[in-house]
C-alpha cells in the first residue's frame, strides 16, 4: 500500500512540475488564466506580467477555442488578448513578442474605428475586434510551462 501511494504521489507531483499553475488551463506547451477582473488593455498586460505571463497570444485555432471556453464559463461576453497595432496601424503585434501567425477577425475587423489599438475577442460572435485599449474588460494571461515545480499561484 505504501508502495503504491508513493507512486501515485510521484505521479501527481510531476505532473505538477510539468504542468500549469493551480486555476490555470493547459494547451500545448502554454497556460491560460481567465482573469476576471475588468481592466483596461495596459493594466491588464501589467497584471499578466505580474504572474510571469502575457496576455494572451493565439496562434492556433485550438487555442482560440479554449480562449472561447474560458470566456464562456466565465459569463463575459468579450475579453482582453494580447494584440495590439497600437505602435504602427495595421501592423499587428502580439504583448510577448511570438509572431502574428494566426488571425480569425469578424467581418470588416479590424475597422479602426475612431483609432481602435487593442485586441479583444468576441464570444458571441466567435472572432475578433479591435478596441479601445482604454476599455475596461476581463483578460486572458498565458505563460510557458514552467519545468519547476509551480506552487499555487494565481
Request: hydrophobic share 30%.
Amino acid at each position: 500500500m505504501f508502495f503504491l501511494r508513493s507512486i501515485t504521489t510521484a505521479y501527481h507531483q510531476s505532473q505538477r512540475c510539468r504542468g500549469c499553475p493551480n486555476g490555470w488551463s493547459r494547451i500545448h506547451r502554454r497556460c491560460f488564466l481567465y482573469v476576471p477582473r475588468a481592466m483596461n488593455w495596459a493594466t491588464a498586460e501589467r497584471n499578466c506580467l505580474s504572474m510571469g505571463a502575457n496576455l494572451a497570444s493565439v496562434h492556433t485555432s485550438a487555442e482560440h477555442q479554449l480562449i472561447q471556453r474560458l470566456t464562456a464559463h466565465n459569463g463575459y461576453g468579450v475579453t482582453w488578448v494580447g494584440g495590439t497595432d497600437a505602435s504602427g496601424e495595421g501592423i499587428w503585434l502580439w504583448s510577448d513578442g511570438s509572431r502574428f501567425n494566426y488571425q480569425n477577425w469578424c467581418g470588416g475587423e479590424p475597422n479602426n474605428y475612431l483609432k481602435q489599438d487593442c485586441l479583444q475577442i468576441n464570444y458571441s460572435s466567435k472572432c475578433w475586434d479591435d478596441q479601445h485599449c482604454h476599455v475596461n474588460l476581463p483578460s486572458i494571461c498565458a505563460r510557458k510551462i514552467s519545468r519547476r515545480w509551480v506552487g499555487t499561484e494565481a
